[in-house]
């Protein structure tokens, strides 16, 4: 099995940085699981569960909600099954849990949450303005 542990969430006001780490690890009496993709969504009280980010391991590709593109950047550590989202110039409607995600079997769906093997608890983000 895939556990993923998120970490960098609070409080921060409009116009703020933040960065969002996410560590996976999945090594168990011998078990290894290959990383194909990992990446982001946010949910907000009330609100549908909501794509962010993702990148690919295979090629390095990264692909961004609208919402987020221009101020959101996702990057990964391969080697350590570690994605980050550089979050800049936040938004009060950024508000959110943001969850990380993986997959092992990657088929093309980033955006699609049945895309993913696997979930983290999620990070809480709060934007005040």
């Known amino acids: 099995q895939v556990q993923l542990a998120e970490s960098g969430g609070g409080l921060v006001r409009a116009g703020d940085s933040r960065r969002l780490s996410c560590v996976a690890s999945g090594r168990t009496a011998g078990y290894t699981f290959n990383t194909k993709v990992m990446g982001w969504f946010r949910q907000a009280p009330g609100k549908e569960r909501e794509f962010v980010a993702a990148i690919t391991w295979s090629d390095d590709r990264a692909f961004y909600a609208d919402s987020v593109k221009g101020r959101f950047i996702i990057s990964r550590e391969s080697t350590e099954n570690t994605v980050y989202l550089q979050m800049n110039n936040l938004k009060p409607e950024d508000t959110a849990r943001y969850h990380c995600?993986?997959?092992?079997?990657?088929?093309?769906?980033?955006?699609?949450?049945?895309?993913?093997?696997?979930w983290g608890p999620g990070a809480q983000v709060t934007v005040s303005s």
């Open positions: 995600v993986l997959d092992t079997s990657y088929s093309g769906h980033y955006s699609s949450p049945s895309e993913y093997n696997a």
